[in-house]
């Protein structure tokens, strides 16, 4: 086995427990399981459990002072118990009573297959040694079917094992470790267990009226089963030397409603399911998903081993942390953690959506089918908020409705509006999929473009949208932040271009978008030649960054907003993004002069940052900042660079460092009809080559220091292929 595909531990900046679970967790978009410890001892370290995508719970939001609008109810991701380990038994002897003696001698995550290996060397209190190994991973093909095949060998003993994978759950609590890390959940949900025979569970919201079902079965080699809920159990004999297997499954529905008829109709269908549980078969159909997958999405880097595998390590946790049923998304943390509670936010549209769209389109139509899901509740809070048309999505949401407490980096962030509206641009642009827009996205786009017309104000001759909050959340409510504007003017735009294509709108209403875009306010300061991230920018004092002492960063944990909103100072990429999205619209020296005046204010104290600063690095031929901005990017997690991995994947960098390869090494950007690619691969590596899917058909890239080729590797009359240069070449969609 390549071993860039292998994660084991000596890949990890530290061997803390909580940080192993996060990286080596497994999902499949609908179950998500932290890699916890194997045997259930006398104490638990880490932070071992179960997430399922879409699961949640709430609670009244508690406000010192209200005020009109404000969002109501947090919304949790429900953090269920671990469903890994085990619970041994050997002559009355139990593990869960007393710490017996483990060693790890492997433990692997294995990315080309999606598994998860492990084996460990285990002696009792009274002298048993054994071998235990688990292979286990989350079935794609059967996706509330979680796998778990264990082989143990006794050492120096023979006789009876009883084996219990029993889940324990508990009552949730808040918080204990008094955080105010507000990236950090701050509740558990307390949870009703009901047995609803002697097969299934029943396990409840307290406040959201969801519920999943459980069921478990455990199975030998001999194929006799035995079936529970909570706990199963099945005796084994044991031989001196010899090895036995068995194999448990954890079944665990998707969020129903508290309906009994809906239950039932789950139970039955389930119930089905557990009748052909068969490893063999299962690993198979595993084993040919994950083939597929990195036949479509491989990035092959040549010349530097770990930053291959710490790409790939990337790739494997956006495939399987995404949402794929059209009503879940994908999370902050994905489904490794509760970090940022389980939300979704813009990061899905503008970091994470591309690598689906370009590799995995499928998959991007139901991210898409979510945000078309919870238009309701968008149209909903656009009345709330006072306009009389239109949509405005929940900032951070699990069920649609806003979650966000803080409004002035959550509601005034209305920029989400035109991500999402880029986001069903770009997908019909690389895929084709005009259908979809015509009958679901397109009535996003038209309530997006009515919500701009309506916020937005005529001031003089130039339209304008003032009172909001860019990406940059260090600078809050202002008037006309140039991403904002520019966003909202491309969906706008292609509002308009929907609209004639489907003659759906009245023509008075879409020539009003249309004079909206065309005079819509981008702030700019001819004496500097700068592009102005907001009105008022420009004319605040710049933040003592030789005076701020290195631990005060992030300054979002140590400085009140309202020091933090007085100076020149960025959190993250703002209007450097809109530049990274919109290149054609300027100048390479436009770019350049704007990328050293925010770079010199930037704190890239959200993980967002450096990836925008890669590509535009890329992009001017800056080529050493690129590639330093880059393996921050490629390897966050691994180096634990913020320091918080443990509470879950940074979901929304790891599509950065595709979109730092792609969009900046290979210079990839459209417009238009046409897709173009550049070479700007950096010195430290030899060789790059990946796919993109374009309009259904797979077209490989292949890059080294001297030239950069494109190769349909399918027909495709809707394309054509024109070699600029060596270094240069242009997809046309015909």
């Known amino acids: 086995m390549n071993s860039e595909y292998l994660l084991t531990l000596n890949d990890l900046k530290n061997q803390n427990p909580d940080y192993i679970e996060t990286l080596f967790a497994l999902s499949n978009g609908h179950v998500g399981v932290r890699a916890s410890s194997i045997l259930k001892g006398k104490t638990t370290q880490g932070n071992p459990g179960t997430f399922i995508n879409g699961f949640y719970d709430t609670h009244p939001i508690v406000y010192g002072e209200w005020a009109y609008g404000y969002a109501k109810k947090h919304q949790t991701i429900v953090k269920l118990p671990d469903i890994r380990s085990l619970i041994i038994e050997i002559d009355g002897e139990k593990s869960s009573e007393a710490d017996w003696l483990t060693t790890q001698t492997d433990f ?43 082989t143990i060998e006794a050492l120096n003993f023979s006789g009876e094992l009883l084996i219990t994978k029993q889940i324990a759950f508990q009552e949730g609590k808040t918080n204990d470790e008094g955080t105010i890390d507000p990236r950090v959940a701050s509740s558990k949900s307390k949870l009703g267990i009901e047995p609803l025979n002697d097969e299934w569970i029943e396990v409840k919201t307290e406040f959201s009226g969801q519920t999943v079902i459980l069921s478990q079965v455990m199975k030998t080699i001999d194929g006799i089963a035995e079936v529970g809920g909570l706990a199963v159990s099945k005796r084994v004999l044991v031989q001196e030397n010899q090895a036995v297997t068995l194999t448990n499954y954890v079944v665990l529905s998707k969020p129903l409603t508290t309906k009994r008829s809906e239950i039932e109709r789950e139970i039955n269908k389930l119930t089905t399911v557990k009748r052909h549980l068969e490893f063999n078969q299962l690993a198979k159909e595993h084993v040919q998903h994950f083939s597929e997958f990195w036949q479509a999405s491989d990035i092959e880097i040549i010349g530097n081993p770990i930053l291959q595998k710490g790409i790939r390590f990337n790739l494997f946790h956006l495939y399987q942390n995404a949402g794929r049923d059209g009503l879940t998304n994908f999370a902050a943390k994905g489904l490794t953690g509760e970090g940022y509670e389980g939300h979704y936010f813009w990061d899905t549209e503008m970091y994470i959506l591309p690598f689906f769209i370009y590799t995995q389109p499928k998959i991007a139509k139901q991210l898409l089918t979510y945000r078309v899901s919870i238009l309701p509740k968008a149209q909903e809070r656009a009345k709330e908020m006072a306009q009389s048309s239109g949509a405005l999505f929940a900032w951070r949401t699990i069920n649609g409705e806003e979650a966000s407490a803080y409004y002035p980096a959550g509601t005034a962030q209305v920029h989400i509006n035109a991500d ?28 997006t473009a009515r919500f701009w017309l309506n916020y937005g104000s005529w001031i003089g001759n130039e339209f304008c949208i003032n009172g909001v909050t860019g990406p940059d959340e260090y600078t809050a409510l202002v008037n006309n932040n140039y991403y904002t504007n520019k966003m909202a003017q491309n969906n706008l735009s292609y509002a308009v271009t929907l609209a004639q294509r ?151 960098n790891m599509g950065g460092s595709w979109l730092s390869i792609i969009y900046g090494f290979a210079g990839l950007s459209s417009a238009g009809q046409t897709i173009q690619l550049e070479n700007h691969l950096p010195k430290e590596m030899t060789g790059l080559a990946f796919k993109l899917n374009i309009q259904g058909t797979l077209v490989k890239v292949q890059m080294n220091q001297k030239e950069l080729k494109v190769t349909p590797l399918e027909a495709n009359e809707q394309l054509s292929i024109k070699q600029l240069s060596g270094n240069k070449a242009v997809i046309v969609i015909n």
């Open 108 to 150: 692997q995550l294995n990315m080309k297959t999606g598994m998860l290996e492990e084996r460990y060397e285990i002696e009792t209190l009274t002298g048993k040694k054994f071998l235990l190994a688990l292979c286990s991973f989350l079935s794609f093909s059967q996706a509330e079917v979680n796998v778990f095949h264990y």
């Open 420 to 447: 999402i509206a880029y986001a069903f641009q770009l997908y019909e642009r690389v895929t084709g999929d005009h259908q979809f827009i015509a009958e679901s996205g397109a009535e996003v786009i038209f309530e």
């Open 502 to 652: 489907l003659n759906s709108v009245k023509d008075e209403e879409w020539s009003t978008w249309q004079k909206a875009a065309e005079r819509m306010k981008l702030p700019y300061d001819h004496e500097k030649q700068l592009i102005k991230q907001d009105d008022t920018f420009f004319e605040k004092a710049r933040w003592p960054f030789e005076e701020t002492p290195k631990e005060n960063y992030p300054l979002l944990l140590h400085y009140h907003p309202i020091i933090i909103y007085k100076h020149q100072v960025c959190k993250q990429a703002d209007a450097l993004l809109a530049e990274m999205l919109f290149p054609q619209d300027y100048s390479v020296e436009q770019i350049q002069r704007d990328y050293q005046f925010y770079e010199g204010v930037i704190t890239h104290d959200s993980s967002l940052s450096r990836s925008i600063f890669s590509i535009l690095a890329s992009r001017t031929q800056q080529s050493e900042k690129a590639y330093s901005y880059f393996m921050d990017t490629a390897l966050m997690d691994l180096t634990d660079l913020q320091g918080n991995a443990k509470d879950g994947i940074h979901a929304a």
